[in-house]
């Protein structure tokens, strides 16, 4: 581990308390692995700007973007993050209003989540504009009935609000940083130092401050569901198969929540491992935020549900051809693994260790290891030999094949179910599955709202341009870069300002002693190796 | 009224004179000469190919006018092809591809290698239809007429070889649009006398030239027939809803500045709160 500070950090590390040190280490002790993954994800991040330049010089002919497919990457890009920086605001106000003392070690986590993904997301317009000049025509020349100015307005309002509301808790951290670290370079003191406000801890600024983060919470709740239904009225209002719906908005919020709320969780588990903070981000935690993620899971898939089948149900007019693409055209595989692998299986994953018959699958002596890795195996052997032995033989062998692929299923299917001891006896890695499969498919469903639609228009017109969508390899690296690109800005955040609150967990231990331990609403498995 | 319907017939030939309607590939041979011009085919013609039926490609050269040799790489794309990639060079001025769409769809023409004029070799397209049912040969005739000031009838008949009406079979009506795609207006069911009827709206002054085509099927063949209305009256300026208008509407406006006026202020107070922190807090 390299100190940030210019002589030894014992000195600092001897000021501090037991709870301070673990939440400040990651803070001040920037180690061979922080330097890797910065460069790491600067690499890729600057390939990314690589990427752009070439389309600046170029212009958008380098994208797979043309006249009918014109909204590609970068707008599914946008709305992916949009819809991850959803939950930061409203998770953090909504626990913060109703009082929840848990919420502490997971609050900053979530709203550096909207931060570092709204400077992404507000981005990827920009990026898509092709001419980034042209920007201040949106304000200089826009028109007040467009939704799209309604989503410049919107964004650039829940980005301040993101931005006071992640400094609002802020301030008492930064004023401790402030007085602890005097020895760290002079930038990080000045940080430190401007962002304290002369905070001292006086009643008044107590007082001053919790008015100011009620105030931002009540406020930032109704912004954070506005920005994200703006978003979704950029393709409801334009008469377009597929977009047409009335339930966008609800659709899109309840899709950003849920992608939002799965992201936290993942936040959550790399910090805790990356950081050892396991005194802090405990399973209760994780069961918490698993019943919240499984609902706003369970409330998409109803929606997804809704949506599909209302349409489907009729299977007429212009959404017939672009349904056709989902159900069973080219987009089809992506269209059932993001239904099935990304929304219905997470639910599954995120309900499994609260069922108590997973624990006897483990007693099925064909569920075992050794019996399923012999019988993958013999499978293995077969299927290589079949077209050696069709070939050899001369004679049909496809019953076979058959057979061999309804084994191979079935094996799959026993594996999965082998699986499931393990995991139940593993929640926080059945919450992290879960979550990641979940986070995955939102990517992927923004590009199945936005793609299949362009590729089916109203007016068809084949000579004008290049009807089928195919990504470039400008569209991906620029995708890859703004990816890295959050994950560096969530990454660095976590390095200069403790990314668990120091001052409001102390307060939550405080009143902890006092009420005794929070009741949680799933039961904790008194055998499970995660606790 | 008899000098109106004379204006509509006389126009209508003209128009369909002026404007050829999408051709078919007769024999499924299509040949497209590839330069730095673009797909010269390609510009007033939509070239239609059936699926299900073999089709030969032939791409030609026409850039040998030009001093240094400009050689373009062509993909075909589209859903249910899978085709390599041909090369018309100086060289090699002639390449021809041949592959059976199975799909209905567009397949899109494309060069793939840096060329001269090759942001107008990006666009080529060529419709993949429904095959045309062979059968007995039918007969389709479209007539248009006003209905009032907002909308057309189009009114088909469809009758066989001897003249007798085709009922309970679906035609379907296509309208070109004046940006020159296609849309589809709807299938009624041709009744008793053989005769579907479907209402067009428009606008006065507005020129509407529509297609009407019998897919074919139980024996029966393909047949269509396109024809052109100008409705009567001038041509109106359309008024333009609140929305769409150039300047925003008041309440809008209001609104937007009430409900953002109200967030802003809220964080200049939250801001100017943590400054009052600053200060110590001390009010």
């Not at chain 1, 990314?48 to 497919?69: N, S």
């Not at chain 1, 006071?164 to 951290?173: E, G, K, Q, T, W």
């Not at chain 1, 919240?292 to 899971?297: F, I, S």
């Not at chain 2, 529509?210 to 029966?220: R, T």
Request: charged share 15%.
């Amino acid at each position: 581990m390299t100190s940030i500070f210019r002589d030894s950090s014992k000195s600092v590390m001897g000021s501090l308390n037991a709870q301070e040190k673990v939440l400040l280490r990651p803070v001040m002790e920037w180690g061979r692995g922080f330097y890797l993954t910065v460069g790491g994800l600067a690499a890729i991040a600057a390939v990314g700007v690589f990427a752009y330049f070439t389309q600046l010089r170029d212009g958008l002919a380098v994208t797979g973007m043309r006249d009918t497919v014109s909204w590609g990457l970068y707008i599914i890009n946008f709305v992916f993050f949009i819809g991850i920086s959803h939950v930061g605001a409203l998770l953090s106000s909504i626990l913060r209003l109703t009082g929840a003392q848990w919420r502490h070690p997971i609050t900053r986590m979530a709203e550096a989540i909207t931060f570092a993904a709204l400077l992404m997301g507000a981005l990827m317009p920009i990026v898509d504009l092709g001419r980034p000049e042209r920007v201040l025509n949106l304000i200089t020349n826009g028109r007040l009935q467009s939704p799209i100015l309604w989503d410049i307005l919107s964004i650039t309002t829940y980005l301040t609000g993101s931005v006071i509301f992640l400094l609002l808790p802020l301030i008492p951290d930064m004023a401790l940083l402030r007085d602890k670290f005097a020895n760290a370079p002079a930038w990080r003191r000045w940080i430190y130092k401007i962002f304290s406000f002369g905070w001292r801890g006086t009643p008044e600024q107590h007082a001053r401050l919790e008015r100011s983060m009620n105030t931002m919470a009540i406020l930032i709740l109704p912004i954070a569901v506005m920005v994200h239904t703006v978003v979704s009225w950029i393709f409801a209002m334009t008469l377009r198969p597929g977009w047409n719906s009335t339930i966008f908005g609800p659709y899109f919020v309840a899709g950003a929540l849920a992608s939002g709320a799965a992201s936290v969780v993942l936040a959550m588990a790399v910090f805790r491992k990356m950081y050892h903070l396991d005194k802090f981000i405990t399973l209760d935690h994780f069961k918490k935020m698993a019943v919240l993620v499984l609902t706003l899971d369970i409330l998409y898939l109803y929606l997804n549900i809704s949506e599909y089948v209302t349409l489907a149900y009729k299977m007429q007019g212009p959404e017939k051809a672009e349904l056709g693409e989902l159900f069973t055209g080219r987009f089809a595989g992506m269209f059932w693994t993001t239904q099935i692998v990304g929304l219905i299986v997470p639910a599954c994953l995120l309900v499994l260790p609260s069922i108590k018959a997973v624990t006897g699958l483990s007693r099925i002596r064909p569920l075992r290891p050794l019996p399923l890795a012999v019988g993958g195996a013999i499978l293995f052997a077969i299927s290589l030999a079949t077209p050696f032995a069709q070939s050899f033989l001369g004679t049909d062998l496809s019953l076979l094949i058959a057979v061999l692929r309804v084994g191979v299923l079935m094996l799959a299917g026993l594996a999965v179910l082998s699986l499931l001891p393990w995991l139940q006896a593993r929640p926080v890695t059945s919450f992290v599955i879960a979550s990641a499969l979940i986070v995955v498919q939102a990517w992927f469903k923004r590009f199945l709202i936005v793609v299949p639609v362009m590729e089916n228009p109203f007016i068809t017109e084949g000579n004008a341009a290049l009807s089928l969508y195919r990504p470039t390899w400008v569209e991906w690296a620029i995708t890859a870069g703004a990816m890295a690109g959050f994950l560096l800005i969530y990454f660095l955040l976590s390095r200069l300002v403790p990314i668990v609150s120091v001052w409001e967990t102390a307060h939550a231990k405080s009143a902890e002693t006092v009420a005794g331990p929070a009741h949680s609403p799933l039961p904790v498995p008194t055998s499970s190796p995660e606790v | 009224m008899l000098r109106k319907k004379r204006h509509v017939v006389i126009s209508t030939l003209i128009i369909a004179l002026l404007f050829p309607l999408p051709v078919h590939a007769h024999g499924q041979a299509v040949t497209i000469s590839v330069g730095r011009d673009g797909y010269d085919d390609m510009v007033n013609y939509k070239v239609d190919v059936e699926a299900g039926h073999e089709v030969t490609i032939t791409f030609t050269y026409d850039d040998a006018d030009l001093a240094t040799d400009n050689p373009h790489e062509i993909q075909i794309l589209g859903a249910g092809v899978d085709l390599p990639t041909v090369t018309v060079s100086r060289d090699h001025p002639v390449a021809t591809i041949t592959f059976t769409p199975t799909q209905t769809g567009t397949l899109t023409i494309l060069c793939i290698v840096p060329c001269i004029g090759m942001e107008k070799l990006v666009g080529g397209s060529i419709h993949v239809v429904k095959p045309k049912e062979s059968g007995l040969s039918t007969s389709l005739a479209l007539a248009l007429s006003p209905r009032d000031e907002e909308s057309a009838l189009a009114t088909v008949t469809l009758v066989d070889a001897r003249g007798d009406p085709i009922s309970g079979v679906p035609v379907t009506f296509t309208l070109h649009t004046s940006v020159g795609g296609e849309l589809e207006l709807g299938s009624p069911i041709t009744r008793e006398d053989g005769t579907a009827v479907l209402k067009v709206s428009a606008a006065p002054g507005q020129s509407l030239l529509i297609s009407a085509a019998f897919e074919g099927g139980n024996g029966l063949g393909f047949s269509e027939f396109s024809s052109e209305i100008t409705m009567p009256g001038d041509p109106e300026t359309t008024p333009i809803g609140s929305l769409s208008s150039p300047t925003p509407p008041p309440v809008l406006a209001l609104i937007l500045l009430i409900v953002l006026g109200g967030i802003w202020v809220t964080y200049g107070t939250v801001v100017y709160q943590v400054f009052r922190i600053r200060s110590g807090g001390v009010k």
